[in-house]
């Protein structure tokens, strides 16, 4: 590279950000002290553009409601009415892209973080902020290693794979006993990452024990492209059983494709489907989506909270999908340890985390207990797709209609 | 599991997917075999031709099919504007500095398109999109055997302007000696920017084709771009022929590389093959020599 590369020489660029950097500390530093109780920095991290930009944005949106509501009904009490100030942050869709973000959040003060999204980041992000002893709760990411590494600033309010595949199996040899056993044979089809890999090989080992045959498991990058080279697969073996485990934009293009192709299963029973419980893709193309069933995190649908925030995100013409109120849950969750943590100490809160009986979220879940970061209460439910709406068909406590198994002949 | 039948689905499937590929690289080849810059916004302008094509049919209720007849002329005129106004300008005549121009464009285009329509996910349903035509054991889906139709006439279209009008000739005499094609009197910047222009249309009509089939958000035109490099090399920079066969080549591999190896592993066959080009043949299947 020619040393004339830069108009700007190195030296003044950096000069001039650094007086920028100044400029914007001051002046975040002048409103603090004009603020009654300093505001409490949270870290916001979700990748917000890039492959997952979607399910991002989709947590960003219930994380910042959550904060605007204990905003707007007091802020933190105990710590004199503190308002949370969310820091936002992208981790671009990638691991590093989350690291990056992470040191700037540390950086920034922020007393804690909530997101993450998908596992790979999730693995990384929290292992970077054990670094600071800065606390980390994972909105999403399912990867059992995410809390199984011993680090003691990483909480998980959500279920994470091992109970989601124990809970999707069982009910799957339920249902499938239930229609007098129809289903035998199974393809697996995964997206390539931590989370669809990690699903797959699970799978792998579990459905041979319980009765199933697994023809083939077919793993697909994100973003992919097509998949009709996928469904001509499926096509050829003519499996009773589909079970895809990818992302929402994956997961619709595999649902249509299957759909063109006339390929129809006698089920398509996704383990945390990106798409297979979303609102916003049976809409859309409720042809493809009907009779899917899933295996995934879910809202109480008898918890009138849960019922007023998706009624409130409805009205700003978004879809009210799972990262909306798990990362809603989440948010509240940091807020009422940070309450009982009375500061932003982090040690404080990471021990108010780890003792949390958080009872205030809107998730279907059992009492909050933390075991080495692990919500013991998290539980997955089943859902299927029931003439254009998603109803919940396991466990029977919180279940909203009867399966439809195996699917209708059209 | 290996039948015939099957083959020739992955074979079928393969060339269709190849097709809307090879559009794609036609408009970049087209680029690069007039300015000799890789253009990387590209993939760019591919996600806001796909965005216009899903607000002329969510706002208009224009169907893509129409609306790539008013696109094409539309990104013609905005991929004019931007190389004759902003990066012919801004380049200085530094073929270092247009690369460097381009890719800020990209930039600049995709974080606009993120500001403006948020992460969403965007697709279009239309009556047509399951429809498909049955062929032996296989469906074809109709979006997909119009898209396959559509790239073979833009290519012969494209082939005819290049061959026999004025323009094709100033295209082509600038693309082989510019200094020479400035002393004959054609007007280099205008050529330039026709070219640009006529790289643009190609993705605003591949944009069109993809819609009914795929989605859109600010990042989709980026799944394409890679492999229309890819095929652009292989093809042979600068060759209408090639990207168009180049593109059918590389859509069967990857479907039948897809069907053997699996979907992950087999997207490494096309960049084995983009290695091999390199090594072996580095001016491409139909390229010219420098």
Known sequence: MPRQFLPVSRRRLLQSTAAGAAATMAGALSAVLRAQAAPVKIGVLHPVSGALSYSGQQGRIGATIAIEEINSTGGLKALGGAKIEPMLGDAQSTPEGGNAEVEKMNAAGVAAIVGGYASSICLSASQTAARYDLPYIVDVGVVDSIVTRGLKNTFRFGPGFGIIAKTALDNLVTLNDQAGKPAKTVMIVHEDSAFGSGLAKLLETQLPERGFQILETIPHPTPARDFNTVVLKIKAQNPDLVIPANYYNEYVLLARTMQQQRVRPKGIYSVLGGAASSYKFVKEFPGAAQYIMDCNHWFDPKNPKALALKKKIEEKNAFYTYEVYMNYSCMLLLADAIERAAGTDRGKIIAALADSTFAGHVMPYGPTRFVDGQNQGAAPVNTQVLDNDIQVIFPASFASARPVFPMPRA | ?290
Not at chain 2, 22 to 46: D, E, K, Q, R
Not at chain 2, 50 to 59: G, R, S, T
Not at chain 2, 257 to 286: D, T
């Open chain 2, 1 to 290: 599991m290996l039948s015939p039948a099957i083959l020739l689905a992955a074979v079928l499937n393969g060339l269709m997917t190849g097709a809307v590929y090879a559009l794609v690289a036609l408009g970049l080849t087209l680029i690069y075999g007039v300015l000799h810059i890789i253009n990387f916004a590209h993939g760019a302008l591919l996600t806001a031709a796909m965005f216009a094509a899903f607000f002329a049919h969510q706002l208009l209720g224009l169907d893509p099919y129409a609306a790539a007849v008013f696109l094409a002329p539309l990104f013609f005129l905005i991929g004019y504007g931007l190389q004759r106004f902003i990066i012919g300008p801004a380049a200085h005549g530094e073929d270092r500095n247009i690369l460097l121009v381009t890719l800020g464009l990209a930039v600049i285009i995709e974080n606009a398109l993120l500001y403006a329509f948020r992460a969403d996910t965007r697709t279009v349903d239309l009556p047509y999109a399951f429809d498909v035509v049955e062929v032996g054991a296989t469906f074809l889906a109709v979006p997909r055997l119009v898209a396959f139709i559509v790239v073979f006439a833009v290519a012969l279209g494209l082939w005819l302007i290049m061959r026999w009008t004025d323009t094709g000739k100033a295209i082509r005499a600038v693309a082989k000696e510019k200094r020479g094609a400035e002393l004959v009197g054609i007007e280099v910047a205008h050529v330039y920017a026709l070219t640009f222009g006529l790289g643009t249309a190609c993705v605003a009509i591949a944009a069109c084709l993809l819609i009914p089939s795929y989605y859109v958000n600010p990042h989709a035109g980026n799944a394409f771009v890679l492999i229309a490099f890819t095929i652009v090399v292989l093809g042979g920079m600068g060759s209408v022929a090639g990207a168009l066969i180049g593109g059918l080549f590389v859509g069967v591999v990857e479907s039948l590389s897809g069907y053997f190896l699996g979907e992950s592993l087999g997207q490494i066959s096309i960049f084995v093959m983009f290695i091999l080009v390199l090594l072996f043949r580095p001016r491409g299947l139909f390229g010219e020599r420098a």
